[in-house]
């Protein structure tokens, strides 16, 4: 009988620590536009001395912009994406290539762990453009910032960089 609690003890020690490392590569952006609150929490995978490879991504290409569970933007207001409203609530985002540009997408399904990402069913798009920052990170970053009324998005691994915006209604 004491091996099986010493089992089931050691189980749930590896289990909570599992989710503590999972939860220490978990980032979260967060910025206050027209007095609408809006967090973005993501995933943050490491390059470990690689390059980042934004730049050389194939046409079409779906990024969840992290790891483990898909990046999720929750707001407390109305957006406006690319033209399209977003009504308050959790969302997905995702960076699609398309040709020789990004755009960052809205999807409706939260929860989305893992692989594969989604590919269709975005309900709003915005523009995104790929710079090169001066300076490197090895880990995923996301900054949200309020930008004259609009929320300003930046994401950069390694030297690349991915920026945007989208208005708060």
């Not at 977003?86 to 755009?103: C, D, I, M, P």
């Not at 269709?120 to 970053?141: M, R």
């Amino acid at each position: 009988m004491n091996l099986k609690k010493l089992v089931l003890c050691a189980a749930m020690i590896c289990a909570l620590a599992a989710i503590a490392v999972a939860q220490a590569n978990r980032g979260k952006a967060e910025a206050t536009v027209k007095g609408k609150q809006i967090t973005i929490d993501y995933g943050r995978p490491s390059l470990h001395g690689q390059p980042s490879r934004l730049g050389e991504a194939k046409d079409g290409m779906v990024w969840r912009l992290g790891m483990n569970l898909a990046t999720q933007i929750e707001t407390s207001g109305d957006l406006m994406v690319g033209g399209t409203e977003v009504k308050a609530g959790k969302y997905t985002l995702w960076a699609k290539k398309s040709g020789n540009n990004w755009l960052l997408c809205f999807h409706p399904k939260t929860g989305v762990w893992g692989k594969p990402e989604l590919t269709e069913g975005f309900i709003a798009q915005t523009p995104l453009k790929l710079e090169k920052a001066t300076d490197s990170v090895d880990q995923v970053t996301i900054t949200l910032a309020d930008a004259k009324g609009k929320a300003a998005f930046r994401v950069q691994w390694g030297t690349d960089v991915l920026t945007g915006s989208f208005d708060v209604k």
